[in-house]
């Protein structure tokens, strides 16, 4: 094994005689310096040898204690041949160096994300999470997410001591003859509720026989399924997932479905093999209410689809309303789900809908044309969305229901613990990617082009949920915003968020084509009555050419390093300021109508080392009573009607400006 375990006298209980389906509880206790860093090799003791590093400390276990002091730096550790797979509490102990926040560990078990630890506190500590899915040879991970810097002495880090793992039961075992009844979601509670489970009507062709129930892989041809896309296979298809089988692979063809075919059961793959295609019959009809997926995984645990392509032929059904609702595919009170190199198009609904389920992956999917969502999450905890691209329907107009006006790229709503990394999202019909009501969300690295509302929105969902907490939104780039839906406002779009950070995105405005409903390249505001955003850091973007470049509702918050870049008169403002005590610090500010506004009754607001050019009226608006306004050491250059408009107090706040001064 790759780390140095340390098991506690516990580990003797488990020659004990357990009670049916459980474990005697034993422990393992994985030392942090044994734990391997980001490269996969041994951490050194040497400070600043990498995002983190070993640390000899008296106090610490074993003497020894890990500083995770960068961004994405963790401790990874290989879990041992000997431990039993089942489900286990994992306990943290360590603590926080705190700086505008407290640093934040998110748990991941081989790459998808399981929960977050807040180190709120500064002494040494041990908060459990419960619940967790672990097996021999499991990559268990802990990634600091949230680093932040802000000069000497001003350092958020974690301190990671180690890790115990405690023993609740284990896994339960596999069985084919029953299983637990899928939820139902009441239409009132959701749009879109789960359905009951649906009467197969297809003809039964005449099988192969079958083997056995359990068999290691099976092949949907040993239960007559013809793949040619004309005999109907549902009943075929439904066979061979009935049949237990660990794996089930499609070889190359089309195979015609016309109900839903259910996978139920745990530890299973579904594969293709070859250019495996389902295709939705034209006899093949949604229910009123509910839900339906051409494949359906009912109260799974631990399944894998990987390579199949999915036709929903949508063009060729009947017209449906939108309470009709046909998924690619569809996932209910499911855990441990992996969705890859899929190629989903044409459905009536959603490419990809997840329900009331925990620790789901997408990755390397393909989803065109839905007549909803390209993949949509409901009540889903801990959820990766990787390098899928999903395109959209683009402009459909308001009056052609076959297509149903389209939706969004990528939506969750509700449960905590939401990272989309690397996706490229096209021709989105409503907001390109959104979440609501969801917590401890990421979104990093994204390409986001053409949409018809919003690009990256973050919101709560009430009345379940007034705020949102823990929200990083990093490295994406946005372009072509368009009137499609009357309520956009932006490319990032942050509301009531509670310790938010926006850092080095790359936003391109419309510069006015298009004539978009309104145009912000951040807009951080408050939803509803819900609470006021705080804990803002707004920091490293490039923003050109919105109409406004940053709106800002949040006291405290800090904007800084960014670019922000227009021409009048479409672009009216760089920053908006709505927020008591902002610090607006090195950023650039160029050719927009006014650099900063400040409104009305706005104080305390400190502009400080920015650069300033080509401002048709002023750089620093500040003449709507509000005291308190500091412009101090920032470079006022060629272009500016007036440097600051509006009165600012002599002495400390205003000094150390060049090119231009306060009045």
Known sequence: MTARCVLSALILAAALPATAGLVANPALRLEAEAGMGNTGAPMQERVGSGPAWINRVPAASQGREVMIAGQDGAVRFTLPRTLSAGTYTVAVTGYGQAFDGAPILAVLVNGIQKSRVTLDWAARATTSLRGVSLKPGDVLELRFVNDAYGGEGKDRNAVLDYVQLSAESTAPAFKTTASAPAPVVKASAVKAPTAKPPLVKAATPVAKAAPAAGSATVNVRSFGATGNGKTDDTAALNRAMASGAATVVFPEGQYLVSAPVIVQGNKRVIKADGNAQLVAASSFRGVPGQQRGMLWLRGVRDVTVQGLSIDGRKSTLPDQDDTLLIQGILATGSDTLIFRDLKIQDVTADGIAVLDSSNVLTEGN????????????????????????????????????????????????????????????????????????????????????????????????????????????????????????????????????QGGRVLNNTVQGSKGEGEPYQEDAVRVNTYASGPQSSQIVIEGNDLRDTRRGVRLASDGAVVRGNTISGTSPWSRSGLIVSGQQVQIL??????????????????????????????????????????????????????????????????????????????
């Open 366 to 497: 393909q989803i065109t044309g839905t007549g909803r969502h390209g993949i949509w999450t409901f009540q889903t905890n801990n959820q990766v969305h990787r390098r899928n691209t999903v395109t959209g329907l683009g402009f459909t107009g308001s009056d052609d229901r076959r297509r149903r006006g389209g939706g969004i790229a990528l939506l969750g709503t509700l449960g905590n613990g939401f990272i989309a990394t690397d996706n490229i999202l096209k021709q989105s019909s409503d907001t390109a990617t959104k979440t609501e009501g969801m917590s401890q969300v990421e979104y990093r690295g994204n390409t986001i082009d053409t949409f018809g509302k919003d690009g990256i929105k973050v919101m709560p969902y009430p009345p379940k949920v007034a705020s949102i907490r823990d929200v990083l939104i990093e490295k994406n780039t946005i372009v072509g915003i368009h009137p499609w839906r009357p309520d956009g406002s932006g490319y990032i779009v942050l509301q009531s968020v």
């Open 586 to 663: 090195n950023n650039t500010f160029k050719g927009e109508v006014v650099g900063v506004l400040l409104d009305k009754g706005i104080r305390a607001t400190r502009v400080q080392g920015n650069t300033f050019e080509n401002h048709e009226q002023a750089a620093i608006y500040a003449n709507n009573e509000n005291p308190d306004t500091a412009v101090v050491d920032n470079r006022f250059g060629s272009g500016i009607n007036m440097a600051v408009a509006g009165q600012i107090n002599p002495g400390e706040n205003c000094r150390g400006n060049t090119g231009g001064s306060c009045p």
